[in-house]
């Protein structure tokens, strides 16, 4: 919903004067969006395939870091990166049967990526 106008208020000690009445600004964010990193696997149009029964590897170097599920709507969030993220991450998808689908490279500072395609 967007602000609308406030009526201006008149001085009552003088006739011609118009004084605004100020109002305090509204909270900005301060932080990320998402709290947890979330990954989208989508088409090179921007649309989400449907996931279900796949799943993701987390790394860092070598380093696995967490696994998690997508759900149907091609999304799956890692509970134990927080956002934004310091370091960067390697991402595998791959089906239930283990097969790797995508191998990709997080950068540091997100808190949301996309795999295209």
């Known amino acids: 919903m967007a602000n609308r106008a406030r009526p201006p208020l008149f001085n009552p000690k003088s006739v011609n004067k118009i004084l605004l009445k100020k109002t305090p600004p509204g909270s900005q964010q301060s932080g990320p969006t998402f709290n947890r990193l979330t990954v989208l696997w989508v088409d090179n149009r921007g649309v989400p395939f449907n996931t279900t ?3 993701a590897a987390l790394f860092r170097g070598n ?13 799956v969030y890692f509970s134990a990166i927080s956002t934004l993220t310091t370091v960067n991450y ?7 049967f283990g097969r790797v689908y995508r191998t990709k490279s997080i950068p540091a500072g997100v808190e949301a990526f996309s795999v295209i395609g």
């Open 53 to 55: 029964g796949f799943n």
């Open 63 to 75: 380093t696995l870091v967490q696994t998690a599920f997508f759900d149907r709507f091609g999304v």
């Open 90 to 96: 390697t991402i595998q998808v791959y089906d239930s």
